[in-house]
């Protein structure tokens, strides 16, 4: 059964790459039930996601279609034998570290009820590493070799808000009948930019990927 194996919350540090500002991006569970808001007006810096995380550069991370950031446990531990090094859960920054369910095959738009109390998240864009994640991670070459790998986790929004906590259950409760998946759109943006028009199809596609694909796809014809 799909479940989530840890509710992640961020412990706020200096941003080894920026260390002037803070960042969230080392998170670690907690087993409270944690509030996922519903999206809304910004007040205080707060938009939709899990109450109690932290943003630090919120130009680039959080807002409405990157509202919580879930990875796969099974991915994780991938990646702990490649790198030959222990991977706590939350230590790529994941609200959510999952189990049992495909995160890379996920398609864009599908949405995932968690636990019983009402929360629903879809799928909207996969996670694209940045210097913070090489930094926090210190692997010289992190980026490319993250993105390489064709693992990077996936985006959701939140369609109705609800706690959630560990142990939950994962039910895709509605699965799209296109074929652009996490791993499609993350291949089409990072190496592979003939498969940009395919993503056309995916109506639930965050905000920002859909500009992207647009100007790219335009400049193409």
């Known amino acids: 059964m799909a479940s989530v194996l840890s509710v992640n919350l ?6 080894p790459d920026v260390p ?8 670690a569970g907690t087993s409270d039930a944690v509030m996922v808001r519903a999206p809304g007006p ?15 550069n919120q130009k680039l991370h959080g807002g409405d279609d990157q509202a919580v950031y879930a990875y796969a446990r099974e991915d994780l531990d991938d990646w702990q034998a490649r790198l030959s090094r222990p991977l706590t859960n939350g230590m790529f920054g994941e609200n959510l570290t999952t189990s049992g369910i495909d995160v890379t095959g996920a398609r ?19 996670r694209t590493p940045c210097r913070t994640f090489a930094g926090f991670l210190g692997i010289d070459g992190w980026i490319k070799t993250f993105t390489d790998a064709g693992q990077p986790g996936a985006y959701l929004r939140v369609i109705s808000p609800g706690p959630v906590r560990a142990g939950d259950a994962i039910e895709v409760e509605h ?25 056309l199809a995916a109506d639930a596609l965050s905000a920002e990927l859909k500009a992207f694909v647009a100007k790219r796809v335009a400049k193409s014809i």
């Open 108 to 126: 864009i738009g599908d949405r995932w009820r968690i636990g019983s109390a009402g929360l629903v998240l879809e799928v909207s864009a996969p």
């Open 20 to 27: 002037s500002k803070p960042t969230g991006i080392d998170k």
């Open 42 to 56: 910004m007040r205080e810096g707060l938009g939709s996601g899990l109450v109690g995380d932290t943003i630090g």
């Open 175 to 199: 699965r799209r009948d296109h074929d652009v998946t996490i791993s499609l759109v993350y291949r089409a943006k990072m190496s592979d930019p003939s498969l940009l028009p395919r993503l």
């Open 10 to 15: 961020a412990r706020v540090r200096a941003n």
